[in-house]
Nanobody
Framework: QAHLVESGGGLVQAGGSLRLSCAGS????????MAWFRQVPGKEREFVGA????????YYADSVKGRFTISRDNAKNTVYLQMNSLKPEDTASYYC??????????????????WGQGTQVTVSS
């Protein structure tokens, strides 16, 4: 079991930065692949990035590569998404997700077992 809570969303101007956090509970947090997805109304949930259980491997959607960085601190049961050079098209609700996966490069929402409630990111032009 895992309970995930996101924070750090808000309103930012284009070109600005935000850091999202996802705090997890449970002793098994460090064994999970962790990911960030985002969703806008009327569209499917979109993969943003993922990090392996030990932080050694990270994966990104092409749309955010070079601008976003995912990291984790297993001692704090927390995963982060640092978002730089934000664009209006990054506006969405951002969700963190967790799963036990043999391959941490999973970009399919259906493969993740646990989800947070989401945090809104709005980028103004």
């Amino acid at each position: 079991q895992a309970h995930l809570v996101e924070s750090g969303g808000g309103l930012v101007q284009a070109g600005g930065s935000l850091r999202l956090s996802c705090a997890g509970s449970g002793r098994t947090f460090s064994s999970f692949t962790m990911a960030w997805f985002r969703q806008v109304p009327g569209k499917e949930r979109e993969f943003v990035g993922a990090v392996s259980w030990n932080g050694g491997n990270t994966y990104y959607a092409d749309s955010v590569k070079g601008r976003f960085t995912i990291s984790r601190d297993n001692a704090k049961n927390t995963v982060y998404l640092q978002m730089n050079s934000l664009k209006p098209e990054d506006t969405a609700s951002y969700y963190c997700a967790a799963a036990w996966l043999p391959n941490s490069d999973s970009r399919v929402a259906g493969e993740y077992d646990y989800w947070g409630q989401g945090t809104q990111v709005t980028v103004s032009s």
